[in-house]
């Protein structure tokens, strides 16, 4: 299943920050020009900044464009056109990408971390393996991705929208997903030890043999959520009005307030 982001969800009053070049029209680039940038960048990457120069394709067009395996580390392509980019096994640590649109994007194995990422598009986008730690998702649209066994550990992906999107096996330890949307999401055995997951959003998510230790849950939406094996012991402002529609099994792990009531199959 298909899901379309609701162009008419509230927006917080510094999303505009997000969109701020957003409107600014798309450019676009010869292949030697592109070339030449590149390899500008790559000597500005290997000489630690003493030489060459950091490339600037913000809001240009490189939709399909392959940048397999470069080192882009710091590169500026925030609200560039990059639907169908190439960036598996792409070194992209540091890089400004907020407001890009990567639609049907493939980033596996590539390394964005500490990446400025906020309101990107990466709907549809397959990021198995890759790197996104401590990473700036604020806002971003990330649905019906594969992301498995990708690294999110303390990245900040609140208001951010994973609708149908596959993070099974995924780490998200320590990371920020407050007031972000997992509807009919897949969390299987993901780490989500110490998230902050407050009011956000998980209907018909499944968190099968997920480990929600220590998570932070005041007002999360877990209905007709999949809880089956997960382990949520220690976790902080779960009640159980939040979990009443949610499915569990004999090998859900309950916090220890929430255990005196039976639990589905036990």
Request: glycine share 8%.
């Amino acid at each position: 299943m298909t899901f379309m982001v609701d162009a008419d969800r509230p927006r917080p009053l510094f999303a505009a920050d997000i969109d701020s070049r957003a409107d600014t029209p798309i450019r676009s680039v010869a292949a030697e020009e592109l070339a030449r940038i590149l390899k500008a960048h790559e000597l500005y990457v290997e000489t630690d900044r003493r030489a060459g120069k950091r490339a600037n394709l913000r809001s240009t067009d490189l939709s399909g464009l392959d940048f397999s395996g470069m080192k882009l580390r710091r590169v500026q392509m925030s609200h560039a056109e990059l639907a169908g980019a190439n960036f598996v096994g792409t070194d992209l640590r540091r890089a400004n990408m907020i407001g890009a649109k990567l639609q049907g994007a493939r980033l596996t194995s590539a390394n964005l971390t500490r990446a400025r990422l906020s309101g990107i598009n990466l709907s549809d986008a397959t990021c198995e393996h890759a790197c996104l730690a401590e990473a700036e998702l604020e806002f971003a649209i990330v649905a019906n991705a594969v992301m498995r066994d990708v690294d999110l550990q303390d990245a900040d992906m609140s208001g951010a929208v994973f609708d149908g999107a596959d993070l099974s096996g995924a780490n998200l330890r320590w990371a920020n997903l407050r007031g972000a949307s997992f509807r009919d999401a897949r969390l299987c055995n993901t780490d989500l030890r110490e998230a902050r997951m407050g009011g956000a959003s998980f209907l018909r998510t499944s968190f099968k043999g997920a480990d929600l230790r220590g998570a932070y849950l005041r007002v999360a939406k877990f209905d007709h959520a999949d809880l089956s094996g997960a382990d949520l012991r220690g976790a902080r402002g779960l009640v159980r009005q939040q979990i009443e529609n949610a499915i569990c099994n004999a090998d859900t792990r309950l916090p220890d307030d929430l255990i005196p009531e039976a639990v589905d199959g036990a």
